[in-house]
């Protein structure tokens, strides 16, 4: 049979309109499917979590507004775990604090000595350091040491600030999560 044959009677545009119908319904079925069946349960998961105030999905992008008294470490490794298993290895957190200025500038005094301890794993050596920076400042400080990272608070009056330093020590493990922390609009 030639195939000349087999496509004689088709009417063309009659095939197209249908082949497109089934395009858009594949589509928007695949659409509906992700909405609430993969980022609907994320986003409850996540907001189940203590110490989250909002979370907002932007593709696969994670946004979160943590509450003021949140444990940085517990509450961004949960949500590492959720958003890593719910939506893909590609996920990413991006946290936000509300810092300020006097907060912020703190924190960058001391950032260097928290990346030396985070890549040579001098943890307790350097935590004296780090308050009796922020007791001049006028400002608590909580700093946590996880596997992956060093997770740094600030707080002072109604204003806090949330930082991650990922660790480059040989006891620390690399994951493909990424966490971005930083004052923003959610």
């Known amino acids: ?44 998961e996540i907001k189940a979590l203590e110490g989250i ?25 949960s949500a590492t775990s959720i958003a890593e298993n719910l939506l893909g290895p590609d996920a990413t957190l991006a946290i936000e604090d509300d810092r300020d200025g006097e907060l912020v500038q703190l924190e960058e005094e001391i950032s260097l000595s928290l990346a030396q301890a985070a890549s040579r794993g001098e943890f307790e050596t350097m935590r004296p350091y780090w308050t009796g920076a922020a007791q001049e400042a006028g400002a608590q400080i909580q700093v946590a040491v996880g596997p992956n990272a060093i997770y740094l608070t600030l707080r002072r009056g109604e204003s806090y600030l949330y930082e991650i330093f990922p660790r480059q020590d040989h006891g620390s493990q690399v994951t493909a999560a990424q966490v971005e922390v930083g004052e923003g609009e959610l």
């Open 1 to 44: 049979m030639n195939w000349r044959q087999w496509f004689d009677g088709v009417k063309w545009p009659l095939a197209l309109f249908w082949s497109l119908c089934l395009f858009v319904l594949l589509w928007g079925g695949q659409k509906i499917y992700y909405h609430n069946f993969v980022l609907r349960p994320a986003v409850a």
């Open 53 to 77: 105030g909002e979370v907002r999905l932007g593709g696969n992008k994670v946004y979160l507004k943590l509450e003021s008294q949140a444990n940085l470490k517990a509450t961004v490794e």
